[in-house]
């Protein structure tokens, strides 16, 4: 387990093939899971606080992305890396955001004495700073399985993140 962690987190500094990612069912169920587990952790810190629509924008993202990639890698060809491709997107993307996780927790807490003194520009910054390094890592692993261009796969990547907001708006608007 130690050495699949080691791995992902090589992934995430850009440092590891994608292609070595493990071909199986069972490593991507237990990605799946720590993917949601971060992704709850988040759901239950402030400002959030909607556990229940957690479920429905949990799988809808999930469905989303793996749709997307799977519609990708069959037209590239290489529909068989789906479930690499999808164990290394979710890994990476759960490492990217439990190191994100306490900065998140911290700027919830913050006061307007703290926005004056530059403290949430320090905050913002680190927002970003973990977008653009998302959006790096999943470029570098849409690269290397779909046979892509890493621009394609940044705008990829970012594709993704806004049609998946787009979908959570109309899911949180009244009916």
Known sequence: ???????????????????????????LSATVTLHAMVNAVAYITPPYLELRLF???????????????????YYRGVPERLIQTMTALLATSAIVNALFLPFA??????????????????????????????????????????NIHFRMGACLAVFIQLIYLIFLVALRSPA
């Open 1 to 27: 387990m130690q050495q699949l962690f080691s791995y992902f987190f090589q992934l995430c500094l850009l440092r590891a093939d994608p292609a070595q990612t493990p071909h199986s069912i069972v490593v």
């Open 105 to 146: 927790i911290l700027s919830s807490q913050l006061t307007a004495d703290d926005s004056e003194n530059g403290l949430r520009y320090v905050f913002e910054f680190l927002t970003w700073f973990t977008f653009v390094w998302w959006v790096a890592v999943t470029a570098y692993i849409l690269q290397r399985a779909a």
């Open 55 to 73: 479920v429905p924008e949990f799988m809808l993202g999930l469905l989303l992305q793996a749709g997307l990639i799977a519609g990708l890698l």
